[in-house]
């Protein structure tokens, strides 16, 4: 492209002319060394290639041996031992000149010190850390950028970038490999070592994410006093990386805490230290980690992070040609040019069989990764740019681990990250799992075997992503109790997924559906009953008209179809994480997949066969940030609503603020405002969160209670807005202005009359309300208290009849991280454990209570939950310490 030459060319000469001076110095260096370089290796007798290459990058300066290490991890282009020595420069590196550092602190440190030392604790090759204090007289440590690093790495990224756009014009393989593209994709990275403002907000962002972490500490920088060539931070003491043997903690559990601290960072946070080498950790008394340095920091997206962990779930199962598929998505190139060829998947194959079997007790992801790499390399493509940097971290750090503890069982203990979705920590827990279940619920067993034979699954709740491990099949369930089809009884935590709210088999609405059916179970045609729900559901909101429906996912498809009648307009805003029911709007960036940028998500259907122009045009959001409010201020002309779940299920909160200032915005620009309420209606008190809140929606969607245990759905809200669902009285308007919803069993007497009488028995008892509050917050409490005993990362929350167990060190703020930092193998086991002990919570789902719950039933739970936090414990569950190698086994 002329175009693109001129453009890079014009680029290039700007930069160049402000660093001509580094560039003939950085040339002439290059030159010169390339020379001694030639020569040293064509004379007879020399060093080895490993060390001449070392000393040749070390004197080309910082960014080579980074951009070295990082191209290394390509194919093993460096040999193992050469890849040793790279390690070695970070321990004996020569600091800057004494002269040189007084002139950067008197620039840029002026006023900021009551002392500084001199003399540096540790060299790199960018920067050198020294330790000082403050006016305010607190102990810091100060990384400061040696004098001249900064214009040589750019004039040496600037010469390597035309070197490399020279070859790529003259030598195929060069243009072929995207040498290049790679390269640019680095450059920014590597350059950017030396602003230590990005450094310091890098810095921040892992010590955020690690906030409150059982072992893992990151000192936190001091903002006021950080320049462009100052970075200080809280002064840490610790014993050295290099020294764990003086850590006083078993050198195993350390190795294993530091695997776990690197698998947190690539699989929850996507943040991850590119150069865990001994030098950047300190060891704190109690095993804690001290992580330093963060001049390379990688980034993994929600994708690469799916991806990641959909390649490792499937070489958990030994599934190899599905393994072999998505390593080639997750970690090549040019996909499509690797998968061309039919040897390339055989022999990829070949190499997963070999590394996930045969050799997982001496597991080296390096050394799997090498073979891998030289593979994707013969067939024309390469490990993407993110991914090797992923490699570079992983060699370093295995390399580190290896000195901690040479026998760590590597791949056993990052099951916990690798095999997330199952509850077995071990293939011991799994036969033992199986084995009690097998004892206590063998007809609950057999009639799911048989159901599966009927049945798209067995059970409701085992279909889609995250089955549950042994769904329970109930005989009868009366109040607050379960029987299953063994006999064994518990207390329901599950609510039936909301509509219980009064407890399975309440006189009320089973005398209410008795009369209806009596009085011949009409549907379609007028009732009273429908008459009286629907007088109930308009008292309770105010001001409102309602149409029924018969489910949740119902309501949701009727607001927005009469929310994009009304206003003309296509599109519709929902939040991330938030679920809207299974239809495709609702199903978007819903609970299982998420898209893009934090602050500004992008779409991802969240099933197979939704139709792609829906989840397209979806804008979508976070809940709780301004950012999200500018967005549909932006999106405003086209948007016909925005959705969102007023107290997201999964958090189990609400954001009043937040959510007045997104009606506010919603009216400014004349976008209807949506609330979920299908959960929330008549559960968290008589009416909604908007009631609690005080902020009224334009409509509102309701499902599951106001049913009273049978299907149903309704929409309430504005009289103009659903009036569009009205007939105009003219069949010719109608079908281009109104809106048409409903179907044939949308209102029906019987769940009509059921809904009424359970809604009508809500409103005359009211201490419903105020018991399940006390009950929530007894139930919280004392649940609090078991986790506290036991000293467990563990976050209670609840209010209002609805609960949430999440076992995470960190609070995060968005749906996305909770899900992805959380132990979600350790929610899955406390299901099994809590089974056992007498009490039904579903796996990953809200837990709910209701009126019928009593007090010794919550003391049951509560006795069940210290139980099996106990049990689980025993099992190693919350154990950071080391995993013991077993002799034979196969993959876990
Ligand atoms: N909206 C929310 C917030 C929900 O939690 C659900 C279901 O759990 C729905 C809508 C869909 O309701 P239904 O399952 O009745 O279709």
Same mark, same amino acid.
Do not use: I
């Given at each position: 492209m002329p175009h693109e030459i001129i453009f890079r060319t014009g680029g290039f000469m700007r930069d160049s002319w402000r660093l001509l001076p580094h560039l003939v110095s950085e040339g002439a260096r290059i030159v010169g060394w390339s020379c001694v370089f030639g020569l040293r290796r064509a004379l007879p007798g020399g060093p080895g290639d490993a060390e001449l290459l070392r000393g040749y990058l070390l004197r080309l300066g910082p960014l080579y041996?980074? @951009?070295?290490?990082?191209?290394?991890?390509?194919s093993g282009v460096l040999a193992g031992d050469t890849v040793e020595q790279f390690r070695s420069f970070f321990s004996d590196l020569p600091p800057m000149r004494r002269d040189q550092l007084r002139a950067t602190l008197k620039r840029s440190g002026e006023g900021l010190f009551a002392d500084f030392d001199e003399e540096p604790i540790a060299v790199g090759s960018v920067a050198q850390v020294h330790t000082a204090r403050l006016v305010d007289g607190r102990r810091v440590a100060v990384k400061v950028v040696k004098t001249g690093v900064r214009e040589r790495l750019a004039a040496a990224s600037l010469i390597l970038d035309a070197l490399i756009r020279g070859a790529g014009l003259l030598v195929p393989a060069v243009r072929h490999y995207d040498l290049a593209g790679h390269f640019a994709a680095l450059r920014p990275l590597l350059t950017g070592q030396c602003d230590l403002l990005a450094e310091q907000a890098r810095q921040e962002a892992v010590a955020e994410n690690f906030r409150n972490h059982p072992y893992v500490r990151v000192p936190r920088t001091i903002p006021a006093a950080c320049r462009e060539d100052l970075l200080v931070m809280e002064y840490v003491r610790g014993v050295p990386g290099q020294d764990p043997g003086r850590a006083g903690h078993r050198r195993e559990d350390l190795a294993a805490r530091l695997l776990d601290a690197f698998n947190t960072m690539v699989y929850f946070h996507g943040l991850f230290h590119v150069d865990p080498h001994p030098g950047n950790f300190l060891f704190e008394p109690g095993g804690r980690i001290v992580l330093l340095d963060f001049g390379?920091?990688?980034?993994?997206? +929600?994708?690469?992070?799916?991806?990641?962990?959909?390649?490792?779930? @499937?070489?958990?199962?030994?599934?190899? +040609?599905?393994? @072999?598929?998505? #390593?080639?998505?997750? #970690? @090549?190139?040019?996909?499509?040019?690797a998968r061309g060829s039919g040897e390339y998947h055989a022999e990829l194959t070949g190499i997963l069989r070999r590394h996930f079997t045969t050799e997982t007790g001496h597991w080296s992801t390096m050394s799997f990764l090498d073979e891998a790499s030289r593979l994707l390399r013969r067939h024309g493509s390469l490990i993407s740019t993110r991914f090797s940097l992923l490699a570079l971290s992983t060699l370093t750090g295995e390399g580190f681990l290896s000195q901690v503890d040479p026998q760590l069982d590597i791949w056993r203990n990052g099951r916990k990250f690798t095999d997330r979705f199952s509850p077995y920590l071990s293939d011991d827990l799994r036969d033992t799992f199986e084995r009690e279940l097998r004892d206590r619920t063998p007809i609950t067993g057999a009639a799911r075997r048989d159901a599966a034979r009927y049945l798209v699954a067995p059970t409701h709740f085992d279909r889609f992503v995250l089955p549950a491990a042994y769904p329970i099949v109930v005989a009868k369930a009366s109040g607050s109790r379960l029987t299953d089809l063994d006999g064994n009884e518990y207390v329901d935590l599950s609510g039936g997924f909301g509509p219980h709210l009064l407890g399975y088999g309440h006189p009320v609405p089973a005398a209410a559906i008795r009369r209806a059916v009596d009085s011949g179970g009409v549907n379609a045609l007028g009732s009273p009953a429908e008459l009286t729900l629907a007088r109930t559901l308009t008292a309770a909101f105010p001001a409102t008209l309602a149409v029924l429906a018969n489910s949740g996912t119902e309501a949701v498809q009727m607001a927005v179809r009469m929310a994009r009648a009304h206003t003309g307009r296509q599109r519709v805003a929902k939040f991330e994480g938030h679920y809207h029911g299974f239809s495709d709007q609702g199903m978007v960036s819903s609970w299982f997949r998420y898209r893009g940028e934090a602050n500004a998500p992008s779409p991802v259907a969240n099933s197979a066969g939704a139709q792609h122009s829906v989840v397209d045009q979806t804008l979508v959001l976070q809940y709780g940030l301004d950012e999200s409010l500018h967005r549909i201020t932006d999106a405003a002309g086209d948007l016909a609503c925005v959705i969102v779940e007023p107290m997201p299920s999964v958090t189990g909160g609400f954001d009043a603020g937040f959510l007045r200032r997104l009606a506010a915005t919603c009216r400014a620009h004349g976008v209807l405002l949506v609330f979920d309420e299908v959960v929330t209606g #008549?559960?968290?008190?008589?009416?909604?969160?908007?009631h609690l809140a005080g902020v009224t929606p334009d409509l509102t969607c309701l499902g599951k209670i106001i049913g009273g245990g049978l299907p149903c759905g309704a929409v309430v809200g504005r009289p103009d807005v659903v009036g569009v669902a009205r007939s105009s009285g003219d069949p010719f308007l109608d079908v281009h202005s109104r809106a048409f919803v409903g179907g044939t069993m949308s209102g029906n007497s019987i769940t009509a009359a059921a809904g009424a009488a359970v809604l009508g028995h809500l409103r005359d008892h009211p201490g419903i309300y105020t018991g399940l509050e006390r009950k929530t917050a007894w139930l919280v409490g004392e649940l609090r208290s078991h986790v506290a005993a036991l000293g467990l990362s563990c976050e209670i929350s609840g209010q209002r009849s609805l609960l949430g167990i999440t076992f995470d060190y960190a609070r995060p703020k968005l749906i996305r991280d909770r899900l992805a930092g959380s132990h979600t193998k350790a929610n899955i086991a406390l299901a099994c454990y809590m089974r056992k002990h007498g009490v039904y919570l579903p796996e990953l789902h809200t837990l709910m209570i209701g009126d019928a719950h009593t007090d010794a039933d919550l003391e049951l739970v509560g006795r069940a939950f210290a139980q099996s936090l106990a049990e689980m414990t025993q099992a190693g569950f919350f154990s950071f310490e080391s995993t013991p190698p077993v002799p034979a086994r196969s993959a876990p």
């Open positions: 041996v980074k @951009a070295g290490q990082v191209l290394g991890t390509q390379l920091v990688g980034r993994l997206s +929600e994708d690469d992070k799916w991806n990641l962990s959909s390649f490792y779930f @499937a070489c958990v199962r030994q599934e190899w +040609e599905r393994a @072999a598929d998505r #390593f080639t998505t997750t #970690f @090549a190139q040019h996909p499509d040019r #008549f559960r968290v008190t008589y009416g909604g969160v908007q």
